[in-house]
């Protein structure tokens, strides 16, 4: 068993800016689910007191839109991740010193992968199934 050497100023510095960059994206998706639950329900309790399928109709709309975004912020989130990993395991190739690059050097996330992943199917994909129930049961 090899012991890695330990990590100079450089590396460690380098780590604290991906990690602050991780901690933004996950944030920021906590505040893009909330704000998706919070306007597709405003959305959906304006349509039942109506009735108008055309109100659910939006809601169901915001809700994929909310959905597609939460996506790319999980997706640069986990590249920023693998970055991170990278930086810290001195896993080849070598990142250059403080590049914050995730695309050239994080490696490859699908995106599918990611929009389809089991938080985000249980996330948006129940909103988007109720939201869509909810303009079938008005129309």
Known sequence: ???QPSLGPEEVKHLEFLQAV???HANTSFLVK???MTVSGAFIAVATRGPSW????????LATGFWLLDSYYL???RRFRSLYEKVAGR??????????DAEQHGGPVPWRAV??????LLSYGVLVAIDTMTVLFLA
């Open 34 to 36: 909330s704000w998706a």
């Open 91 to 100: 896993v080849s190739p070598v990142v250059p010193p403080f590049s914050m």
């Open 1 to 3: 068993m090899t012991a």
């Open 54 to 61: 055309k109100t659910a109709a939006v809601a169901v709309g």
């Open 75 to 77: 997706r640069q989130e």
């Open 22 to 24: 991780i901690a933004r």
């Open 115 to 120: 929009a389809l992943s089991r938080t985000m």
